[in-house]
């Protein structure tokens, strides 16, 4: 049981280069989400998905588009990267989104940074 | 609106001391409380979590927290600190009505010899 995976686990680019981060759980969580964490902010929301075939902003969805390809995984995508989104970006899972009582799984992040 | 707020960035203790994280919160209904873990170069880990029912909670490692309503407050302690426990620990909140997790800032715990 990997629980939940990230690729890739390091990632340098260019302004203005995009890129896909990959998310896959193997625990059947309905819900999973995108994270950025940045020092001194803690964790910050870019997007959720609630369930397979849904999505839904977070606190910082600028700059970034997902897609919850199957009930395994989610991916984060930045079209033209920008320096501002260099950060340690978690994926994390949870049973059921609207249920408070179910913790979220991390995965280990991917650090990006963005010359 | 729910937020939380960890007093300290950085708190170091000697091996053996006790450890005392504080966390306190903010929220208009009845919120359910998690304490996180984070070691280096690592994801977060589920340390313990206040889900309304005992106010003292244990979880792993030898942590526990205890929830008191009247301060608004969800402090993590250890009795005795290890040289392991040396990471960043993050408090967080969500309502009993779901929705978001909303995180503190994080307290980095350094664990002196």
């Known amino acids: 049981n990997a629980g939940v995976t990230q690729t890739p686990k390091f990632q340098v680019l260019k302004t203005g280069q995009s890129m896909t981060l990959q998310c896959a759980q193997d625990m059947n969580h309905n819900s999973m989400y995108w994270y950025r964490q940045d020092p001194g902010m803690g964790l910050r929301l870019i997007y959720y998905s609630a369930s397979e075939g849904t999505t839904d902003k977070g606190e910082v969805p600028n700059g970034y588009n997902v897609s919850r390809l199957n009930k395994r995984e989610f991916s984060l995508r930045l079209e033209s990267a920008a320096p501002s989104q260099t950060s340690v970006y978690f994926c994390a899972s949870s049973e059921a989104r609207e249920d408070p009582r179910y913790e979220q799984y991390f995965g280990p992040g991917t650090r990006l940074t963005v010359t | 609106a729910q937020s939380v707020t960890q007093l300290g960035s950085h708190v170091s203790v000697s091996e053996g001391a006790l450890v005392l994280l504080r966390c306190n919160y903010s929220s208009s209904v009845p919120p359910y409380l998690f304490w996180y873990v984070q070691y280096p170069n690592q994801g977060l880990q589920l340390l313990l979590k206040?889900?309304?029912?005992?106010?003292l909670v244990k979880g792993i490692n030898g942590f526990e927290a205890e929830f008191k309503k009247s301060e608004t407050s969800f402090h993590l302690t250890k009795p005795s600190a290890h040289m392991s426990d040396a990471a960043e620990y993050f408090c967080?909140?969500?309502?009993?009505?779901?929705?978001?997790?909303?995180f503190g800032q994080g307290t980095e715990l350094s664990v002196k010899p």
């Open positions: 206040y889900t309304s029912a005992a106010t």
């Open positions: 967080a909140v969500r309502s009993v009505k779901g929705g978001k997790l909303i």
